[in-house]
T-cell receptor
Framework: DSGVTQTPKHLITATGQRVTLRCSPRSGDLSVYWYQQSLDQGLQFLIQYYNGEERAKGNILERFSAQQFPDLHSELNLSSLELGDSALYFC????????????FGPGTRLTVL | DQQVKQNSPSLSVQEGRISILNCDYTNSMFDYFLWYKKYPAEGPTFLISISSIKDKNEDGRFTVFLNKSAKHLSLHIVPSQPGDSAVYFCAAMRNYQLIWGAGTKLIIKP
Protein backbone atom coordinates (compact mmCIF):
# COMPACT_ATOMS: atom_id res chain seq x y z
CA ASP A 1 0.00 0.00 0.00
CA SER A 2 1.60 3.22 -1.20
CA GLY A 3 -0.53 5.46 1.00
CA VAL A 4 -2.00 7.22 -2.03
CA THR A 5 -5.71 6.67 -2.51
CA GLN A 6 -7.75 7.17 -5.63
CA THR A 7 -11.48 7.05 -6.15
CA PRO A 8 -13.37 5.70 -7.90
CA LYS A 9 -11.57 2.54 -8.92
CA HIS A 10 -13.66 2.11 -12.06
CA LEU A 11 -15.76 4.58 -13.99
CA ILE A 12 -17.92 3.91 -17.01
CA THR A 13 -19.52 6.80 -18.79
CA ALA A 14 -20.68 7.99 -22.20
CA THR A 15 -19.11 10.28 -24.76
CA GLY A 16 -19.71 13.94 -24.11
CA GLN A 17 -19.97 13.48 -20.37
CA ARG A 18 -17.86 14.96 -17.58
CA VAL A 19 -16.21 13.05 -14.75
CA THR A 20 -14.11 13.87 -11.71
CA LEU A 21 -11.33 11.67 -10.42
CA ARG A 22 -10.11 12.11 -6.89
CA CYS A 23 -6.72 11.56 -5.28
CA SER A 24 -5.49 11.77 -1.70
CA PRO A 25 -1.72 11.94 -1.40
CA ARG A 26 0.43 10.26 1.22
CA SER A 27 0.46 11.98 4.54
CA GLY A 28 2.99 14.81 4.42
CA ASP A 29 3.42 14.84 0.65
CA LEU A 30 2.84 18.25 -0.90
CA SER A 31 3.18 17.32 -4.57
CA VAL A 32 0.52 15.54 -6.57
CA TYR A 33 0.98 14.31 -10.12
CA TRP A 34 -1.56 13.01 -12.59
CA TYR A 35 -0.73 10.49 -15.31
CA GLN A 36 -2.66 8.83 -18.09
CA GLN A 37 -1.88 5.34 -19.29
CA SER A 38 -3.63 4.26 -22.44
CA LEU A 39 -3.71 0.65 -23.58
CA ASP A 40 -0.21 -0.78 -24.04
CA GLN A 41 1.42 2.58 -23.61
CA GLY A 42 3.67 4.14 -21.04
CA LEU A 43 2.59 6.74 -18.57
CA GLN A 44 1.93 10.19 -19.94
CA PHE A 45 2.45 13.00 -17.49
CA LEU A 46 -0.55 15.30 -17.37
CA ILE A 47 -0.05 17.84 -14.61
CA GLN A 48 1.62 18.48 -11.27
CA TYR A 49 0.46 20.47 -8.27
CA TYR A 50 2.57 21.53 -5.34
CA ASN A 51 0.92 22.76 -2.17
CA GLY A 52 -2.16 23.93 -4.02
CA GLU A 53 -0.45 25.55 -6.98
CA GLU A 54 0.02 24.24 -10.48
CA ARG A 55 3.72 23.51 -10.91
CA ALA A 56 4.07 21.80 -14.27
CA LYS A 57 1.97 20.81 -17.23
CA GLY A 58 2.54 17.90 -19.53
CA ASN A 59 0.38 16.46 -22.29
CA ILE A 60 -2.90 17.57 -20.78
CA LEU A 61 -5.79 18.34 -23.09
CA GLU A 62 -7.72 21.58 -22.75
CA ARG A 63 -10.82 19.50 -21.95
CA PHE A 64 -9.02 18.31 -18.83
CA SER A 65 -8.34 20.33 -15.72
CA ALA A 66 -7.15 19.68 -12.22
CA GLN A 67 -6.83 21.35 -8.87
CA GLN A 68 -5.32 20.71 -5.49
CA PHE A 69 -7.28 21.72 -2.44
CA PRO A 70 -6.06 23.15 0.90
CA ASP A 71 -6.18 19.68 2.46
CA LEU A 72 -3.85 18.62 -0.40
CA HIS A 73 -6.22 16.21 -2.07
CA SER A 74 -6.51 16.68 -5.80
CA GLU A 75 -9.17 16.25 -8.42
CA LEU A 76 -8.80 15.69 -12.14
CA ASN A 77 -11.76 16.84 -14.19
CA LEU A 78 -12.32 15.36 -17.63
CA SER A 79 -15.01 16.92 -19.79
CA SER A 80 -16.54 16.40 -23.24
CA LEU A 81 -15.28 12.86 -23.00
CA GLU A 82 -14.27 11.00 -26.12
CA LEU A 83 -13.74 7.30 -26.74
CA GLY A 84 -10.00 7.89 -26.81
CA ASP A 85 -10.04 9.16 -23.24
CA SER A 86 -10.58 5.60 -22.04
CA ALA A 87 -7.48 4.84 -20.01
CA LEU A 88 -6.01 4.28 -16.59
CA TYR A 89 -5.49 7.50 -14.70
CA PHE A 90 -2.88 7.42 -11.98
CA CYS A 91 -2.20 9.89 -9.26
CA UNK A 92 1.17 10.02 -7.54
CA UNK A 93 2.52 12.03 -4.66
CA UNK A 94 5.97 12.94 -3.48
CA UNK A 95 7.83 14.80 -0.80
CA UNK A 96 9.28 17.71 -2.67
CA UNK A 97 12.28 17.92 -0.39
CA UNK A 98 13.50 14.63 -1.76
CA UNK A 99 14.82 13.88 -5.21
CA UNK A 100 13.38 10.48 -4.67
CA UNK A 101 10.31 8.65 -5.66
CA UNK A 102 6.77 9.30 -6.56
CA UNK A 103 4.32 7.04 -4.82
CA PHE A 104 1.46 5.91 -6.99
CA GLY A 105 -2.13 5.23 -6.22
CA PRO A 106 -3.92 2.18 -7.63
CA GLY A 107 -5.41 4.17 -10.48
CA THR A 108 -8.88 4.86 -11.83
CA ARG A 109 -9.93 2.94 -14.91
CA LEU A 110 -12.09 5.14 -17.08
CA THR A 111 -14.16 3.58 -19.83
CA VAL A 112 -15.93 5.89 -22.25
CA LEU A 113 -18.65 4.18 -24.29
CA ASP B 1 9.93 13.29 -29.25
CA GLN B 2 10.60 10.37 -26.96
CA GLN B 3 13.28 11.42 -24.54
CA VAL B 4 13.27 8.09 -22.73
CA LYS B 5 13.10 4.90 -24.75
CA GLN B 6 12.69 1.29 -23.79
CA ASN B 7 13.12 -0.47 -27.08
CA SER B 8 12.14 -3.94 -25.94
CA PRO B 9 8.39 -4.25 -25.37
CA SER B 10 8.90 -7.62 -23.72
CA LEU B 11 11.58 -9.93 -22.38
CA SER B 12 11.38 -13.57 -21.38
CA VAL B 13 13.92 -14.99 -18.93
CA GLN B 14 14.35 -18.35 -17.24
CA GLU B 15 13.86 -18.39 -13.48
CA GLY B 16 17.21 -18.13 -11.70
CA ARG B 17 18.95 -16.42 -14.61
CA ILE B 18 19.80 -12.74 -14.98
CA SER B 19 17.24 -10.32 -16.38
CA ILE B 20 18.65 -7.23 -18.09
CA LEU B 21 16.28 -4.41 -18.93
CA ASN B 22 17.55 -1.53 -21.02
CA CYS B 23 16.69 2.12 -21.31
CA ASP B 24 18.09 4.90 -23.52
CA TYR B 25 17.64 8.62 -23.13
CA THR B 26 18.37 11.65 -25.24
CA ASN B 27 18.51 14.56 -22.80
CA SER B 28 21.88 14.92 -21.10
CA MET B 29 20.32 17.27 -18.54
CA PHE B 30 18.49 14.48 -16.72
CA ASP B 31 19.89 14.31 -13.20
CA TYR B 32 18.20 11.28 -11.76
CA PHE B 33 16.96 7.98 -13.11
CA LEU B 34 14.46 5.59 -11.62
CA TRP B 35 13.04 2.18 -12.30
CA TYR B 36 9.47 1.34 -11.44
CA LYS B 37 7.72 -1.99 -11.49
CA LYS B 38 4.06 -2.38 -12.31
CA TYR B 39 1.72 -5.31 -11.82
CA PRO B 40 -1.59 -5.42 -13.69
CA ALA B 41 -4.36 -3.38 -12.07
CA GLU B 42 -1.91 -1.67 -9.71
CA GLY B 43 -0.01 1.58 -9.74
CA PRO B 44 3.73 1.59 -10.46
CA THR B 45 6.00 0.87 -7.49
CA PHE B 46 9.42 2.38 -7.06
CA LEU B 47 12.22 -0.14 -7.41
CA ILE B 48 15.62 1.52 -7.54
CA SER B 49 17.18 4.80 -8.59
CA ILE B 50 20.53 6.26 -9.56
CA SER B 51 21.89 9.75 -9.55
CA SER B 52 23.58 11.02 -12.70
CA ILE B 53 26.84 11.42 -10.75
CA LYS B 54 27.05 7.68 -10.17
CA ASP B 55 27.46 4.75 -12.51
CA LYS B 56 26.09 1.94 -10.37
CA ASN B 57 23.60 1.43 -7.59
CA GLU B 58 22.77 -1.87 -6.00
CA ASP B 59 19.90 -3.00 -3.81
CA GLY B 60 19.65 -6.70 -3.12
CA ARG B 61 18.94 -8.55 -6.34
CA PHE B 62 18.58 -5.30 -8.28
CA THR B 63 21.42 -3.30 -9.77
CA VAL B 64 21.13 -0.28 -12.00
CA PHE B 65 24.01 0.76 -14.26
CA LEU B 66 24.32 4.17 -15.84
CA ASN B 67 26.51 4.91 -18.86
CA LYS B 68 26.31 8.65 -19.33
CA SER B 69 28.46 8.78 -22.43
CA ALA B 70 26.12 6.35 -24.15
CA LYS B 71 23.02 7.83 -22.50
CA HIS B 72 22.04 4.35 -21.49
CA LEU B 73 20.97 2.69 -18.31
CA SER B 74 20.15 -0.87 -17.49
CA LEU B 75 18.48 -2.78 -14.69
CA HIS B 76 19.90 -6.16 -13.75
CA ILE B 77 17.87 -8.61 -11.71
CA VAL B 78 19.82 -11.56 -10.33
CA PRO B 79 18.55 -14.18 -9.81
CA SER B 80 15.22 -13.68 -11.53
CA GLN B 81 12.20 -14.94 -9.64
CA PRO B 82 8.60 -15.63 -10.75
CA GLY B 83 7.39 -12.62 -8.72
CA ASP B 84 9.56 -10.39 -10.89
CA SER B 85 7.15 -10.89 -13.79
CA ALA B 86 5.77 -7.40 -14.33
CA VAL B 87 6.11 -4.35 -16.53
CA TYR B 88 9.23 -2.32 -15.78
CA PHE B 89 9.32 1.38 -16.50
CA CYS B 90 12.42 3.47 -16.76
CA ALA B 91 11.98 7.15 -15.85
CA ALA B 92 14.30 10.13 -16.00
CA MET B 93 13.98 13.14 -13.78
CA ARG B 94 14.81 16.78 -14.25
CA ASN B 95 13.50 19.53 -12.02
CA TYR B 96 11.37 16.95 -10.23
CA GLN B 97 9.54 16.06 -13.44
CA LEU B 98 9.59 12.44 -14.54
CA ILE B 99 9.74 11.46 -18.19
CA TRP B 100 8.74 7.84 -18.66
CA GLY B 101 9.67 5.11 -21.06
CA ALA B 102 6.97 2.94 -22.58
CA GLY B 103 7.84 -0.03 -20.39
CA THR B 104 9.19 -3.53 -20.87
CA LYS B 105 7.12 -6.54 -19.92
CA LEU B 106 9.33 -9.06 -18.14
CA ILE B 107 8.18 -12.66 -18.10
CA ILE B 108 10.00 -15.09 -15.84
CA LYS B 109 9.62 -18.66 -17.02
CA PRO B 110 9.67 -21.47 -14.41
Amino acid sequence: DSGVTQTPKHLITATGQRVTLRCSPRSGDLSVYWYQQSLDQGLQFLIQYYNGEERAKGNILERFSAQQFPDLHSELNLSSLELGDSALYFCASSNRTSLDTQYFGPGTRLTVL
Amino acid sequence: DQQVKQNSPSLSVQEGRISILNCDYTNSMFDYFLWYKKYPAEGPTFLISISSIKDKNEDGRFTVFLNKSAKHLSLHIVPSQPGDSAVYFCAAMRNYQLIWGAGTKLIIKP
